[in-house]
């Protein structure tokens, strides 16, 4: 590749810091649908300002949607169903993007064509498709079931029973939950397949439609939302925990302490799991006020892991656990392959890289810790790939990585943080 390359801080002491965080893109994207198909304005405070969300933001505008404000507030006024000329939605590689929005195209009178980065076309949107399809909606990929795929809305959408398999991956379970309070008849959903991943995403799903009003039943394997209105929510979006892994990472890897800003007590994001997860590599995590401490052990366990329900955690996990002083092993995120990257291959191809001892299985990684030395490190255009190679860098010298840029899909400003948080 010919990106350029950033040289990765490396720390050979403990790190001893204080770290605040960007807002959470799985809320913040979730607020922007929901505020979109409300019955009134809506106010989101401290929302992530990223690549993804913009992407979200331009596409809900390009619907008929009003987003104004700065990064502090953004305003939403709702979109109406009324015929609009025909628009291209750009998606880039955000699953967000290319799952959440096709639903809210369907409900609007005109043609909306989906497409996006080079790896977007690859990522499975087959779920999407002919669940949209099985609902009335018409939409022409050409036989493809990836993008780029045109939608053609009429305003509205039956709604009623549908089956489908998630268990690629929940957003196209949370995709229909959030919109189906504006079918006409709502939604009622069955899956039919192998487990939903990450169903932490799901429950923030729906704890976001019940603010909002939005009657939701569960039972297993089944959602019914109920038709009628979205009411109109102001929100504070909560910093992105997902996000605050690399810094939770990078004290366990050089023995140190992290006290991160502002952690809830009781969230539904899936990045909560770090608590858990650095307590298995043995650190004593605490809570001080309104604060979570993380204090690294000497020396790091090998741990084993079923990470099916918080994946995108896995590359930054990986990181650590190449560092551990015993083997570790990571289950259940076979669903991996279809993210920004086959994360999977990645892992195994970059810690091999720097002389790391990974197994790839079909259903996840045995690491097995080595001496490892300085590499240039690939990203993928995957930005949890570029947070475990700054998990690297910090305690292995000489580690370069190419295009870290990419960590402003929900990190702008990212490599910044982590220079400062390094020194």
């Known amino acids: 590749m010919t990106s350029p390359l950033w040289a990765a801080p490396f720390r050979p002491d403990p790190v001893d810091a204080t770290v605040s965080l960007p807002g959470s893109k799985s809320q913040t994207n979730r607020a922007l649908i929901l505020s979109a198909l409300a019955d009134g304005p809506s106010r989101l405070a401290r929302p992530l300002v990223s690549r993804d969300t913009t ?24 979109l109406s169903r009324s015929a609009r000329d025909a628009v291209t939605v750009d998606v880039g590689l955000a699953g967000t993007v290319m799952r959440f929005v096709p639903p809210v195209a369907a409900l609007v009178d005109g043609a909306v064509t989906f497409d996006g980065d080079p790896r977007a076309r690859e990522r499975p949107m087959a779920t999407t498709i002919s669940s949209l399809r099985a609902l009335g909606v018409r939409i022409d990929d050409d036989g493809r079931g990836t993008m780029p795929f045109t939608v053609a809305g009429t305003g509205h959408v039956a709604g009623g029973p549908i089956t489908i398999d998630a268990s690629a991956s929940s957003q196209f379970l949370s995709a229909l939950l959030l919109v189906g309070a504006r079918f ?38 089944r959602w019914v939302v109920a038709p009628g209105p979205v009411a109109a929510y102001d929100a504070a979006i909560e910093p992105d925990l997902s996000n605050a892994g690399a810094f939770v990472a990078g ?31 043995g650190a004593e995590v605490a809570f001080d006020g309104g604060d979570l401490v993380v204090t690294a052990p000497e020396t790091l366990k090998g741990v084993t892991l079923d990470l099916r329900d918080e994946g995108e955690l896995t590359p930054v996990v990986a990181a650590v656990a190449s560092l551990a002083a015993e083997p570790s092993t990571l289950t259940g995120i076979a669903h991996l392959r279809g993210h920004e990257t086959d994360r999977l291959a990645a892992l195994t191809a970059e810690i091999t890289r720097m002389g790391g001892e990974v197994d790839e299985q079909p259903d996840g990684l045995t690491i097995h810790p080595r001496p490892l030395h300085g590499a240039a490190l690939e990203t993928y255009a995957d930005h949890r790939m570029a947070h475990a190679a700054a998990v690297l860098g910090l305690a292995v010298k000489d580690v370069r990585v190419h295009d870290v840029a990419t960590t402003a899909k929900t990190y702008p400003g990212f490599e910044q943080d982590w220079e400062r948080f390094a020194s």
């Open 55 to 78: 992407l979200m933001a331009d596409a809900l505008r390009s619907l008929g949607a009003s987003i104004t404000g700065g990064d502090d507030a953004w305003t939403v006024e709702p």
């Open 251 to 281: 004290a366990l890897v050089t023995g140190g302490r992290v006290r991160v800003r502002h952690w809830p007590r009781e969230t539904d994001q899936a990045g909560d799991r770090w608590r858990a997860i650095a307590e298995a590599f």
């Open 184 to 221: 006409d008849a709502g939604i009622d959903i069955r899956h039919d397949g192998p487990p939903v991943p990450s169903a932490p995403h799901v429950e923030m799903t729906l704890t976001e439609l019940r603010r909002r009003g939005v009657r939701v039943d569960t039972t297993a394997d």
